[in-house]
C-alpha cells in the first residue's frame, strides 16, 4: 500500500512541477520579452495586473503546494526509500525548494511587492522598470531551471520506485 501512495504522489508531483516549470519558462521565453518592448507605463501595468491576479490561481495551487509536497517526499525516500531512486526524490525536492520556491521568495517577490506599490506614472517606477526586468527575468530563468529539474528528478525517481 506505502509504494502506491508515493508513486502517486511522485507522480501527481512530476506533473505539478512540469506545469509550475511551463508557466515559468513561458515568461522567459516571451512573457517578460513582450512587456519590455511595449511601452514602460504598458509594460508596468500589464505585469502589476499578472502580479495581482496570480493570487487564487491554479499555478500559485501548484506553486505553493509543491513545497510541502517536496518536503514529504524528500523525508520519505530518506527514511523509507534506497537506492538511486532515493537520490533521484531528494534532489528534485531540493532543487524545487531552494531553486524554484526559495528563490520567488526571496527575489521574485519582493521585486513584485516593490513594483506593485509604486505610482505607475512616476519617473523612478519607469527607471525601477527596467532594473526590475532585468533581475526578475535572471531569476525566473534560474526558477525555470530549477522547477525543470525537479520535474525530471521526480520522473526518475518515481520511475526507478
Known sequence: MTINWILFVCGASVIACGLV?????AFS???MKSLVTASPMSGIEAMQIINRKVYGSV???????????????AGYAYFRVSGPA?????IG??????G????TMVFNVPMNQRLDAMDLSAPE??????????HWTFWNHVRTLASVGATLCFLVGCVLL
Open 21 to 25: 516549470s511551463g508557466v515559468f519558462l
Open 93 to 98: 525536492a531540493v532543487l524545487y525548494l531552494i
Open 125 to 134: 517606477t519607469v527607471a525601477y522598470w527596467a532594473k526590475y526586468a532585468r
Open 29 to 31: 521565453d516571451f512573457v
Open 59 to 73: 499555478f500559485l495551487t501548484l506553486f505553493m503546494g509543491m513545497a510541502p509536497v517536496s518536503l514529504l517526499m
Open 100 to 103: 524554484a520556491f526559495l528563490v
Open 86 to 90: 532515493q537520490a533521484w526524490i531528494i
